[in-house]
């Protein structure tokens, strides 16, 4: 299983930007699909994007898209997530995951489990 430490979380008024980062570690890392997830205060965890292996797919959240982007980079074991126009709706803590076994194509909509490993997560408030 990979190994996650999410950064970048913090505070930023509505209209803002913020830019996620994940670093992994393990020899798999670049073979596994990526996901972002958040959980919202009062809400269960749910998925905001996902990444193929290689980087040449991307699925996103309705609520995300057109807003948010994910993005990796094997080389350096890394997952990127860049947020503009950023509502208070996506105050939550993010987190990011990997998956053995998911194929991302732009049309699923994937779930925590089908995701193994996790970060620990950081937290984001966008304020009104």
């Known amino acids: 299983q990979a190994q996650l430490v999410e950064s970048g979380g913090g505070s930023v008024q509505a209209g803002g930007s913020l830019s996620l980062s994940c670093a992994g570690s393990?020899?798999?890392?670049?073979?596994?699909?990526m996901g972002w997830f958040r959980q919202r205060p009062g809400k269960e965890r749910e998925y905001v994007a996902a990444v193929s292996w290689i980087g040449d797919r991307t699925t996103y959240a309705e609520s995300v898209k057109g807003r948010f982007t994910i993005s990796r980079d094997n080389a350096k074991k890394m997952l990127y997530l860049q947020m503009n126009n950023l509502k208070p709706e996506d105050t939550g803590v993010y987190y990011c995951?990997?998956?053995?076994?998911?194929?991302?194509?732009?049309?699923?909509?994937?779930?925590?489990?089908?995701?193994?490993?996790w970060g620990q997560g950081t937290h984001v408030t966008v304020s009104s």
């Open positions: 393990g020899p798999l890392f670049g073979s596994n699909a």
């Open positions: 995951a990997a998956s053995q076994i998911l194929y991302v194509t732009a049309e699923i909509t994937p779930t925590p489990a089908d995701f193994d490993s």
